[in-house]
């Protein structure tokens, strides 16, 4: 991947410029690197030596601090691969409306999902539990489609 065609991204730039965050080099090259996987989600020591020979003074902190950064504009998706390793992965919908991922266990690709949290299960957990909801997270597990077909038997 050349990372000099990311600094032309005008979706990522405006993204986190809608997020308060100023387009670095470091943010540009974390977000390019996880829309170029195909969909796959990577931990943060993966993209730290991936982008390392690119970017000499990029630290494993920083790779840290970047990704929530990009997780928090709506760039990325915080989760947890087959290998139960908090990971990252290029979220297409971005924070443009609520969605839900589903993680392939084999390969760690990504896709988002549609699928609503209706106000009945909200107001039935909030009978059970006494806690008034203020949002939720959901991750669906499975087996991608190349995966399967590869013979994968998960």
């Not at 690119?54 to 929530?68: C, F, N, P």
């Amino acid at each position: 991947m050349e990372l000099n065609s990311i600094y032309d991204d005008a979706t990522t730039r405006d993204a986190l410029r809608r997020s308060g965050l100023k387009a670095t080099p470091r943010r540009l090259a974390v977000a390019a690197f996880l829309s170029g996987t195909g969909g796959r989600a990577a931990t943060p020591e993966e993209v730290h030596a991936r982008l390392r020979p690119q970017l000499s003074r990029l630290g494993l902190q920083t790779v840290y601090r970047v990704l929530e950064e990009l997780a928090g504009a709506g760039l990325l998706a915080r989760v947890e691969r087959g290998d139960r390793r908090r990971s990252y992965a290029a979220c297409p919908v971005g924070g443009e409306r609520h969605h839900h991922h589903i993680v392939c266990t084999d390969c760690g690709r990504v896709a988002s999902v549609d699928c609503g949290f209706p106000d009945t299960q909200r107001r039935r957990i909030e009978r059970r539990t006494g806690f008034r909801v203020s949002g939720h997270s959901m991750q669906v597990a499975g087996v991608c489609p190349v995966c399967r077909s590869k013979g994968s038997r998960r």
